[in-house]
Structures are given as structure tokens and as C-alpha cells.
């Protein structure tokens, strides 16, 4: 008998492919959003469970799991949506997939940090709604990037990965972290021992940071006041570690020129003023997104479970 595993999203075909010839899987047959009850219910004789982001993974969650559920593996890195306090009173391992969707999601940061400075949605929209009269000299004029400084906030792998693409931009890098890296891991950058001295030499600010207690809601007002005048904002870590509205006033004053947004508190219910913006670049949280990436992240999930149904160390257990 191969064991149960309880999937609560469609996976890459690779990856389903090689979870159904190890286990006897339970899935939807759609690719909704399902409710707490609805994983519950898929988990009911399972021995693991495979869970994505925004699965409502939470204390009652746990109450209800059937104690035969050992594993609890999620495809992301990340693992907000996941009571871990109760997973760990429950005795349930959970387990992630980190260290493969680094250079995607560096790439999307790079697409929004270049989509943002140079006004790309607004010039796609001309070309698409055929309202783009002709070439003009002050036509849709952006922000060089070229030259530039950059600050990044969270210097981990993906942080690391945009600061080697910003070589080949000759930009100045200026990173924050929780402690400095060794030489050969800043790419050149200039280490700053807190955010306050970092925002003022960020003419472009890529978040890379964790969602916590403390980086919750960090970019506000007095966070974004901090910055050049003019500055550029883009986000591909957390949805949660941006105020909403704070940001939204301030490229409405022009004290932002533009913001870049992958991911978003609430996603996919997002602060509506966004789409009302022309100068905010906006992606459907596309970070991990490539083919390889997706297959990477899923193959990882499997290794984890593999692992634990095998009686095996886990290898990547958060």
C-alpha cells in the first residue's frame, strides 16, 4: 500500500508525475482556494499533507488534524500561513523548500525594479488600448537606472542574487542585515548597521525581508520620509511589510516616483488605490514562477515527505 498524501493546490505535471508514483494522493479536481474544512477533509486518512501558500494552516488547523498526519510540507519558502507554535505543540514536522526559486525571484525584482523606473505599464497599456499617438521627446520619460543607488533590505540568497545583477547596471549598492556578510557574498555592496542610516542612499529600495513582528507594516510614513526625495520601491518579499496606505500617499504626493509590487497583503484582495495608479507596476506574485522553479520547489516539498514516510531525517524541515 503506497502511502496517502493530501495535496491542496494543482502541482507542475513533473511534479504530480512523481507524487503519484510514490503515494495515493487526494486532490481537488480544480485549482481553487480551499477552506480549512475542505484541506481537513482531504486530510482525513492521509500519512502527510502537501499545502501552498495561502492555505488557512493555523492552531485549529492542527486541533483537527488527524494525528496519523505526521508532515505538514508547504510549497514555498516562506511559511506565514503556518501556525508553526502549533505544528510544534502537535508534533507535526513541518517542511519548506528554500535555495531553489533564488534567481527567479532575484529576476522578478529586476523586472520590477525596470517595469517601475521606466513606466512600462503605462507605455504597454498605450500600445495595447492603440492610444500611443506617436514618438514624442517627452513621451512617457522614466527614471535611469544605470548608475544608480540601490539599497536592499534582507541580504539572503535572493537579496544576494539582485545585488550581482545590479553589477552589471554599475549601480551602488547599499544593503541592511541582520549581520554583515563576508566579503565575496556583498557583490560590492556597502554593509549599514540599521535601516535608518541605509534609506537615505536608496534611490531604488528592494525589499528581501522576512514577514515578522517587526517588519510588519516597517514601510510607512515615517519609513518612506526617510528616503530620497523621488526614490523607487519594489517588493517581492512579504505583502504585510507594507503599509498600504502610507505607500499609496506617498506615490500619490510624488514623494515616490514609482513602486514595483509582486506580492501583497490580503493577495489576491488587494488595496484597490493600486490599480488606480499609473505609476505602480504590478504582478500577480510571479516571483517563483518559471518552469524550473515551480518543478524545483515541488520536487523539494516530495523530497521532504519521501524523507519522513521513509523514517528519514528531513531535509528541509523549518
Known amino acids: 500500500m503506497k502511502p496517502v498524501l493530501a495535496i491542496t493546490r494543482r502541482l507542475p505535471d513533473a511534479v504530480e508525475k512523481r507524487a503519484r508514483e510514490s503515494y495515493d494522493l487526494r486532490m481537488q479536481d480544480g485549482d481553487e482556494p480551499l477552506s480549512r474544512d475542505q484541506i481537513l477533509d482531504l486530510c482525513k486518512d492521509a500519512d502527510a499533507a502537501l499545502v501552498s501558500v495561502g492555505d488557512p494552516i493555523d492552531a485549529a488547523f492542527f486541533d483537527a488534524l488527524p494525528k496519523k498526519v505526521g508532515i505538514v510540507a508547504t510549497f514555498s519558502v516562506g511559511t506565514d500561513h503556518i501556525d508553526l507554535g502549533a505544528a510544534k505543540a502537535k508534533g507535526v514536522i513541518i517542511g519548506n523548500t528554500p535555495g531553489v526559486l533564488t534567481d527567479a525571484t532575484a529576476d522578478i525584482a529586476w523586472l520590477l525594479i525596470l517595469g517601475a523606473a521606466r513606466r512600462a505599464s503605462e507605455g504597454e497599456a498605450e500600445v495595447r488600448n492603440a492610444t500611443w499617438s506617436s ?127 509582486d506580492v501583497f497583503a490580503g493577495e489576491p484582495n488587494i488595496e484597490p488605490a493600486y490599480r488606480d495608479l499609473p505609476n505602480t507596476f504590478l504582478l500577480p506574485h510571479l516571483g517563483s514562477a518559471t518552469v524550473e522553479t515551480r518543478n524545483a520547489m515541488g520536487f523539494r516539498a516530495l523530497d521532504n515527505i519521501d524523507a519522513f514516510t521513509q523514517g528519514k531525517d528531513v531535509p528541509f524541515c523549518v
Not at 518612506?224 to 506617498?250: M, S, Y
Open 135 to 261: 514618438w514624442r521627446p517627452t513621451h512617457l520619460m522614466g527614471t535611469q537606472v544605470t548608475g544608480k543607488k540601490l539599497g536592499i533590505i534582507g541580504m539572503g540568497r535572493i537579496g544576494q542574487a539582485v545585488a550581482k545583477r545590479a553589477r552589471g547596471f554599475d549601480m551602488d549598492v547599499h544593503y541592511f542585515n541582520r549581520r554583515q556578510l563576508p566579503k565575496d557574498q556583498e557583490f560590492g555592496a556597502t554593509y549599514h548597521s540599521s535601516i535608518d542610516e541605509l534609506l537615505p542612499h536608496c534611490q531604488f529600495l528592494s525589499l528581501h525581508c522576512p514577514s515578522t513582528p517587526e517588519t510588519r507594516g516597517m514601510v510607512n510614513t515615517d519609513f518612506i520620509a526617510k528616503l530620497p526625495n523621488g526614490a523607487i520601491i519594489v517588493n517581492t518579499a512579504r505583502g504585510d511589510v507594507v503599509n498600504d496606505g502610507d505607500l499609496i500617499a506617498a506615490l500619490k504626493s510624488g514623494k515616490l516616483t514609482a513602486a514595483g509590487l
